[in-house]
């Protein structure tokens, strides 16, 4: 089963910054938060990841609070080709286990 | 970057055909993996191979094998296609523990 809840989905003006979040709250010390997004049709892609420190790449930031129970996805400037399912999982950072996708936020991006 | 190139994006079988989906990794993972994805059901785990020869049962293997004679490719065979295999079939790679990539993905239709 996946670890992690998110909102069914979500809606972001074109422009705005999309804030997407996740509840994790029975992450272990190991375990590293990953988001992935799937545009239709399409295989699943890697956005980031992070383990207690905030992160940011050219797609987005991650924030992860302190107590590591939650995080946000930040997209600054939501286009409308951001709209898609976005996936938080939880995974060990150690060989061997799987990523387990859960339904995900569906986000749809607004003109 | 990374490419993870699934050979077919369309397929439609016949009821009791076999079937051979076939996957191709560009940058030497190791670890290689087959989802399916069907609607309201999210990504479900079919098979796994961490290293050449070697695989690995997932969450819904049955009807399902598998072959990784080299490092680079992963093929997933339908040994007697039923139409309850309709579903989009998704390959992945990683090295280690980072983060997947997919590939377009497989439409597969069992008439």
């Known amino acids: 089963d996946a670890k992690t809840t998110q909102p069914t989905s979500m809606d972001c003006a074109e422009g705005r910054a999309a804030n997407l979040p996740c509840n994790h709250s029975t992450i272990s010390g190991n375990e590293y938060v990953y988001w992935y997004r799937q545009i239709h049709s399409q295989g699943p892609q890697y956005i980031i990841h992070?383990?207690?420190n905030n992160e940011t790449n050219e797609m987005a930031s991650l924030i992860i609070t302190e107590d590591r129970k939650s995080s946000t996805l930040i997209l600054p400037h939501a286009t409308l080709r951001d709209t898609a399912v976005y996936y938080c999982i939880v995974r060990d950072y150690n060989y061997g286990q799987n990523f387990v996708f859960g339904p995900g936020t569906r986000l749809s991006v607004l003109p | 970057d990374v490419k993870v190139t699934q050979s077919s994006r369309y397929l439609v079988k016949r009821t009791g055909e076999k079937v051979f989906l076939e996957c191709v990794q560009d940058m030497d993972h190791e670890n290689m993996f087959w989802y399916r994805q069907d609607p309201g059901l999210g990504l479900r785990l079919i098979y796994f191979?961490?290293?050449?020869?070697?695989?690995e049962k997932g969450d819904i293997p049955e009807g399902y094998s598998v072959s990784r004679e080299k490092k680079e490719r992963f093929s997933l065979i339908l040994e007697s296609a039923s139409t309850n295999q309709t579903s989009m079939y998704l390959c992945a790679s990683t090295l280690g523990s980072y983060g997947y990539t997919f590939g377009s993905g497989t439409r597969l239709t069992v008439v």
């Open positions: 992070g383990l207690k």
């Open positions: 191979s961490y290293d050449v020869k070697m695989k």
